[in-house]
């Protein structure tokens, strides 16, 4: 059974470019939550799919967006970056959108210049 | 709505010593607690879980946790620290959002360990 796997593992872009992060669940998962985390600081929801339609948003602008496909892969888009949205990017998946346990990615560490 | 605070950013003890992280939480629905341990440049790895069955709770690597509705805790312990303990730890509340059930984390504890 593969865990939840993340790509890229870095990257570096520049501000008021466009970024795609991409997340493959882990196998009988259906959903997949995103996360924002800020250096220092704790992990912030960003949203969550399930079954491939948005499913709940957090305090996060229009330029974040995602898409799940029919697989449960996820990807996590940025448009118009800017230096704060700097940080690591965590994908996490679960069995269902209830309160099941959701399993994390290692992570991809955005830097905006 | 659900808030975690993590009393302390940085905790030190000896190898050997006993490793106390102190969460407090905040929610409107019977809560799901979580620890949640992060090694640099990593993700996030469960070391336990409370939902709403026994109040202590075992999790991976010797932690345990005890949730007191009375104080609204859910502290993790261990009793014997070992260096490959020391990494960033964050306790979690699962809450609601549009039916979405997210995480609620908090700040972080950076737990050093002592030789």
């Known amino acids: 059974e593969t865990g939840v796997t993340q790509s890229p593992t870095h990257l570096i872009k520049t501000r008021g470019q466009q970024v795609t992060l991409r997340c493959s669940s882990q196998?009988?998962?259906?959903?997949v939550s995103w996360y924002q985390q800020a250096l220092g600081q704790g992990p912030q929801f960003i949203f969550q799919?399930?079954?491939?339609?948005?499913?709940g948003r957090g305090n996060f602008p229009p330029r974040f967006s995602g898409l799940q496909f029919p697989n449960y892969s996820s990807e996590l888009n940025v448009n118009a970056l800017e230096l704060d949205d700097s940080a690591l990017y965590l994908c996490?998946?679960?069995?269902?959108?209830?309160?099941?346990?959701?399993?994390f990615g290692q992570g991809t560490r955005l830097t905006v210049v | 709505a659900q808030s975690v605070t993590q009393l302390g950013s940085h905790v030190s003890v000896s190898e050997g010593a006993l490793v106390l992280l102190r969460c407090n939480y905040s929610?409107?629905?019977?809560?799901?607690l979580f620890w949640y341990v992060q090694y640099p440049n990593q993700g996030l790895q469960l070391l336990l879980k409370?939902?709403?069955?026994?109040?202590l709770v075992k999790g991976i690597n010797g932690f345990e946790a005890e949730f007191k509705k009375s104080e609204t805790s859910f502290h993790l312990t261990k009793p014997s620290a070992h260096m490959s303990d020391a990494a960033e730890y964050f306790c979690?509340?699962?809450?609601?959002?549009?039916?979405?059930?997210?995480?609620?984390f908090g700040q972080g504890t950076r737990l050093t360990i002592n030789p």
């Open positions: 996490a998946s679960s069995v269902d959108r209830g309160r099941s346990e959701a399993f």
């Open positions: 196998s009988g998962h259906n959903t």
């Open positions: 799919y399930y079954r491939e339609e948005e499913n």
């Open positions: 929610s409107s629905v019977p809560p799901y």
């Open positions: 409370y939902t709403s069955a026994a109040t």
């Open positions: 979690a509340v699962s809450g609601s959002n549009q039916g979405a059930q997210k995480l609620v």
